[in-house]
């Protein structure tokens, strides 16, 4: 984009050429997303079906006519966070929680989320001073924090806000770039040790993989 609006192209047929990519590039985007969506709702409905459903016959018929989404000019199938912590870090003396939606920053954002809600502000302001990228994970103050300049336009870092807290998490980062912090986060910032968290990267389609298995 930046090459297309470069003021020393100046060749009217080089110009003419280039014209039509940023529209061609924002359908592109539109379609990823449109995709991103349809998953997400079909992902959903599965999940509100109970396990006697999903052994019938019949339901098993459907959802095998579901098939997984194609790969987009060859690019890698995308990957969403898996995030498990054990129950007794919440105060609980079962099972462990799971934080796995279909977007990877919605993980992020619901985890910190959890978070300020069982362990109150005071996680949320030691996440405050760990940098991710050059920049604090967590702020309060995102359109100041997470401003970059991108030439001659000043932009805002992707963020979300973590509950009610008043407190945002910079989402702008690779999934693998994600989990790589959300270790560091749960070993050195909640002191959890290896037993008793587990994060990764998961297949976003891997529930419809072991639905049809």
């Given amino acids: 984009m930046g090459l297309i609006k470069n003021p020393a192209l100046n060749d009217s047929a080089t110009i003419a050429l280039l014209g039509p ?33 999903r052994n019938s016959t019949a339901s098993r018929a459907a959802f095998q ?8 000019n060859g690019r ?3 990957k969403k966070i898996r995030i498990e912590i054990d129950g007794s ?17 919605d993980t992020l954002a619901k985890f910190f989320a959890r978070l300020y809600a069982v362990k109150g502000v005071e996680v949320l302001e030691k996440l405050s001073k760990f940098k991710v990228n050059r920049r604090m994970l967590v702020s309060k103050n995102p359109k100041s924090d997470y401003r970059y300049r991108s030439g001659a336009t000043e932009k805002i ?13 910079l989402t702008h980062s ?38 049809l298995a």
């Fill in 174 to 211: 690779k999934t693998g770039e994600k989990v790589d912090f959300l270790r560091t986060v749960c070993s050195k910032i909640l002191n959890l040790p290896d037993h008793m968290f587990k994060v990764e990267e998961v297949e976003k389609n891997d529930w419809l993989k072991d639905l």
């Fill in 76 to 78: 890698q199938e995308q």
């Fill in 89 to 105: 870090f919440w105060g609980k003396s079962h099972k462990p929680e799971v934080f796995c939606e279909h977007m990877a920053s």
């Fill in 21 to 53: 990519i940023p529209a061609k590039l924002q359908q592109l985007q539109g379609q990823i997303d449109e995709i991103e969506q349809e998953a997400t709702r079909i992902e959903n409905l599965i999940k509100t079906l109970n396990a006697k459903d």
């Fill in 65 to 72: 006519s579901v098939v997984p989404l194609p790969r987009l």
């Fill in 157 to 169: 870092y992707s963020h979300q806000a973590i509950g009610n807290s008043g407190y945002f998490v």
